[in-house]
């Protein structure tokens, strides 16, 4: 017979989700101690903690890393279980997205999902590709959206779609007004995304081998950050064609061409191995794959 009941599962992970025992009881209209009562059955049926108290704060220990992803699956299954019989019960699903898809791809697709199923929620969180799997790897996102290929191994990740890249720089500056060689590029000053940014890990494996070296005068933390960077004549960036589509047609940046060195990347769709798909994150993923097919990056 089963001992421990989803009631504890659903105490245990709002108490991670919250980082504290009365945060978690006020998120699930609880009374404070029947939370810590519940949480205590919880551990003296599995016979081990699975927090440790750090000031007022509540932190997983290895017992409750172990535990979280397998008591989220449950408690998600339990979920579409009991969704499958209410005609039209919402669903809410947490997605993390770097910062080009977040910006420029994902609202046309949640746009999309919201007409066909206006009940649904969405919750997104926007920060680069290493923001986006640690969020998955400690549970706080359903499904992932990242524009680096990653190997871990308790992430999936899929193909998506086809993304070019560009050189780009403010339409006076000196390499827009000649065909730049590679010594021009390595040494003219440069506006960087950070370390673990999509577009800093595709820059750094596809063009900095051919450069040498990069003359880096920034590093900023968001794409807007570096194109107003961009846009004042501080230095040259690589992005996303996607995200500078507006200043390339309205002729404020241009391209630096780059003859012979590939520019093309893929995002890619990422989610927790341990934890099966959420009918929402179902959803959004076949979404996707409808996008791929509308964009023609099918091989």
């Known amino acids: ?41 919880l551990e003296r049926r599995l016979g081990c903690t699975l927090f440790d108290r750090i000031g007022r704060r509540v932190v997983l220990n290895e017992h409750g890393r172990f535990l979280l992803p397998r008591a989220q699956e449950l408690l998600g299954q339990a979920i579409d279980l009991e969704s499958s019989y209410t005609a039209g019960a ?39 590709s290493q923001q986006v799997v640690d969020l998955l790897l400690d549970s706080r996102a359903d499904i992932g959206l990242i524009e ?21 720089a403010r339409a006076d500056h000196p390499l ?15 506006i960087m995304r950070e370390p673990g940014s999509g577009v800093r890990q595709m820059l750094e494996s596809m063009l900095l081998p051919h450069l040498g070296g990069i003359n880096i005068l920034l590093e900023l933390g968001s794409g807007e950050a570096v194109r107003e960077a961009v846009r004042l004549g501080l230095g040259i960036s690589c992005g996303s064609k996607r995200a500078i589509a507006r200043e390339l047609a309205c002729g404020e940046f241009v391209m630096i061409p780059l003859p012979n ?10 989610w927790h191995a341990e934890k099966r798909l959420t009918s929402g994150a179902e959803r959004l993923r076949a979404a996707c794959h409808q996008r791929l097919k509308m964009e023609g990056a099918y091989h």
């Open 1 to 41: 017979m089963l001992k421990m009941t989803l009631r504890e599962l659903e105490v245990f992970c709002a108490i991670n989700h919250t980082g504290s025992v009365t945060a978690a009881a006020e998120q699930l209209g609880l009374s404070q101690s029947a939370a810590s009562g519940a949480l205590a059955e």
């Open 90 to 128: 919402p669903s809410r699903l947490h997605i993390a997205a770097s910062l080009t898809i977040g910006n420029f791809v994902l609202p046309s697709l949640l746009g999309e999902l919201m007409q066909a199923r206006p009940e649904d929620r969405y919750e997104v969180a926007i920060g680069n």
């Open 148 to 168: 680096a290929p990653i190997s871990h191994r308790q992430l999936v990740n899929e193909l998506w779609l086809s993304d070019e890249m560009a050189i780009f």
């Open 176 to 190: 827009a007004q000649q065909e730049p060689n590679l010594s021009d590029l390595a040494a003219t000053p440069w």
């Open 261 to 270: 060195i590939p520019m093309l990347r893929r995002f890619y769709l990422v």
